[in-house]
């Protein structure tokens, strides 16, 4: 099966973020990285991605910003990605994504979400992804 461009691109991207970790970039070039990513989106996804960021950084100080296979994620001490934002233009999806990955405390019963589609913000968006956010990192 053969890669789609923008699969092509996300590999590009990922050999790229390598690079640059073998590098060790500082916190604040990772976050450099961050924005420039954030700032390249289309504004629909961008909205959403500022706002997402300034959560992280709100609500979980200890996340350190990063690009995660060339999107906007954020990881905890240990280097593990805990939660990430894939625009929809990234792919051309028809919604952005929050997810979530093993590090993440989400675990719940048998069964639980790792993933959500945003298409918008309010304060019911807010308030449901800062709640992601805290149990993520509690």
Known sequence: MAMTDAEKQALKETMAERAK?????????????????INAM???DKAIAKKIHALVKKIAPGLQAKTWYGMQAYCDNEGKTVLFFQDAGKFKARYST??????????????????????????????????????AIS
Do not use: C, Y
């Open 21 to 37: 970790a073998r590098k060790k970039m500082t916190p604040e070039q990772h976050e450099a990285d961050v924005v420039e990513k």
């Open 42 to 44: 289309a504004a629909a």
């Open 98 to 135: 929050l997810g979530f990955q093993d590090a993440a405390n989400l675990d719940k019963d048998q069964m639980w979400a790792t993933s959500f589609a945003v298409i918008g913000w309010n304060a019911d968006v807010e308030k449901k992804i800062s709640a992601l956010i805290k149990k």
